[in-house]
């Protein structure tokens, strides 16, 4: 290679899942068959009226077209009037939403936009890889803050004030948390809202988990005060089955939003209309599918709650989300425990450690499998202990 | 605000077509009825097929989860095919192809994952103002290499080996030209290769404008050891009228690749399968599609040239792509010229400056526009002139 990557490249590995699923694939290729219960890829669509609307939309000759970088007016409006019904939060469909190709770009884009080289990010440990990796990749500098099981997954904001705080212009946080499934509350929110207020921090809040297996869904958006520091993250993916889609949306006070736009306009185009149209019919979907999705989650927490017990861990059973988080009970090196099962029961199960520190000794299994394929999987785990 | 946006952020302002457009519907909802005929955005619509395999695809629930970092088989398959029967270049499907959600962002790819602060990037004025953008976003400095209508827009590369050329760590190239239309050709690409060896140099060649208004499209990636100095961005936008869709490649060796990967990879997920099929599709259509879409720009650019003649512009009747890009005889203020057509005549032309210091006293007028529509815009411009 005669032109050499760039410095920020040089310590970033490729995001986890995309070298796991790459090794998955090769040993699919030699016929073994590998059962991925570990990442969280919602298996069962969306609403047939939103493919519906797909396709009517896709058959008009104007929607072809490039879109505003900020999203089409529709797809704004139906975020904002879901901030009403769901949170009862009022969100200025003009000027405080920028649609977003799926949450994950957005981590990105706050980091570009906010963060210099040098500046410190404040991270949970464990949390979503991508908070560190886009932090870094904008030049700046990691401070992870402990979640601990015994604090209920929360922050310690006496051991965080304890930190050097001088530099840190952005905080992550996640409620309901991923991995642990632990819920956010109006408290914590407050807690976390008047900390960045006295501290100058950007806090965001990344939310796409709310109404999955969650019944008091919140938005940090709806804490007062709450624009002057805050912005949140919300997707179509798990609470509409749209993962694929790649549809989400960042909220915020505008003059933030406006930066943020300043670095998406000159990266990318609007999203494809008719997907547009499309998620704003997904966001007028009402309480009813939001229950039968959890009726389905509900029975497949529990046959791998039984794949959790026959690996010897514990677990939370008033956590949300669309994960089982477990704890191996003797201590185990969760990393050489799923590489085990990975080799010789050809199943996949996502190790905590990937999640940071606090997540070693943890497994995640994700609920976006049927029971049947979560009964083979307990099927070939037995073989194999 | 509390919290500063990122030093990168600050000397960047919004694309200048997000600021435009959102003057311009500013405009129209007091009832202005502006006429933009300055844009290119495709108005024809993909073939019927495309549609048609969209809504299958969407149709199988199984299309709806996440996918790969990379992009399907199917896609990156039909990227390799196209190269070969148009290019009669072989670009391996697996490791030489990364699909992008438009060749747009691929600009931004690169630049973050080549470019460190201080190095240089050689930029061709005019040109797509993205190139600039993005290089500074990534913390690098430009220099503009002059395209000059004397030299047919191509690059004097005696006066460019005269500038400091050490830091200079991407060259930016984009044939057929945007905004002139200037085609390339086999003895350029050979040259630019040559000289991103001798000086290694990393060279992008931004390529989505091949097949329109162009005899003999051809890719730099066919020419002798491009593969170790250059890399090619290519899109469905234009060729497929497909612009809204966001489907495009960057092409280059496997190690170039990898690195874009590593950014990419922790910055977004997968694109929406059926979108990828659809766009596999679309990249088999055969010839007669793109001859048919040529025969209708070549009806438009008639009536466009009426338009240029009567604002007393020069233009090239052999220049390619979906603009016509004119010149003010009188040497004219271009962005003068078009705010009063704006204000006066209610249409839309693009000035010339906006594409850097050579473009000044320029206009470009895009074929994505019906010759009713582009006659009225002749009505309209006759009355105020």
């Given amino acids: 290679m005669i032109i050499k990557s760039s410095n920020r490249i040089k310590h970033i590995k490729p995001y986890y899942f995309a070298s796991k699923m790459a090794q998955i694939s090769e040993m699919n290729s030699i016929g073994m068959d590998v059962l991925n219960i570990g990442i969280g890829s919602p298996d069962l669509g969306p609403d ?31 975020f904002s009037e879901w901030y009403l019904s769901h949170f009862n939060t009022r969100i200025n469909a003009n000027d405080e939403i920028q649609i977003l190709a799926g949450s994950k770009e957005g981590i990105m884009h706050i980091a570009m936009s906010f963060l210099n080289t040098g500046d410190k990010v404040l991270i949970p440990d464990p949390g979503y890889p991508t908070y560190s990796a886009a932090s870094r990749l ?13 604090n209920n997954w929360m922050p310690d904001f006496k051991s965080i004030e304890r930190l050097d705080l001088k530099d840190v212009k952005i905080m992550w946080v996640n ?38 297996l969650n019944n008091s869904p919140i ?6 005060g709450a624009k002057e520091v805050a912005m949140e993250l919300v997707s179509l993916s798990k609470t509409y089955n749209m993962a694929g889609w790649r549809i989400g949306a960042l909220i915020g006070a505008k003059e933030y939003i406006d930066e943020v736009i300043k670095f998406k306009s000159n990266m990318d ?27 389905i989650y509900l029975k497949r927490r529990e046959k791998v709650w039984e794949i959790m017990d026959l690996l010897n861990c514990t677990y939370d059973t008033q956590s949300s989300g669309m994960f089982v988080w477990g704890k191996v009970k003797n201590n185990k090196n969760d990393e050489e425990l799923i590489e085990n099962i990975l080799q010789k029961a050809r199943v996949f199960i996502t190790p905590g450690r990937i999640f940071g520190e606090n997540g070693k000794g943890y497994l995640r299994i994700s609920l976006t499998n049927s029971i049947d394929k979560l009964q083979e999987a307990k099927n070939r785990i037995i073989k194999i202990i």
Same sequence: chains 1, 2.
């Fill in 175 to 212: 409620y309901p948390h991923m991995p642990t499934g632990a819920k956010g509350s109006i408290e914590l929110f407050q807690e976390l809202i008047s900390f960045a207020k006295k501290h100058q921090i950007l806090l965001v809040n990344d939310n796409p988990y709310n109404f999955i």
């Fill in 219 to 224: 938005s940090i958006m709806n804490i007062k």
């Fill in 269 to 295: 185009s609007g999203m494809f209309k008719p997907l547009q149209l499309a998620g704003a019919k997904a966001l007028k979907l009402d309480k009813s599918w939001v229950d039968k999705l959890n009726d």
């Fill in 138 to 150: 904008a030049g700046a500098e990691i401070i992870k803050y402990n979640l601990k099981e015994e």
């Fill in 48 to 78: 047939k009226s939103i493919i519906a609307k797909l396709n009517e939309a896709s058959g008009i000759k104007t929607n072809h077209g490039y879109q505003s970088y900020k999203g089409i007016e529709e797809l704004r409006q139906s």
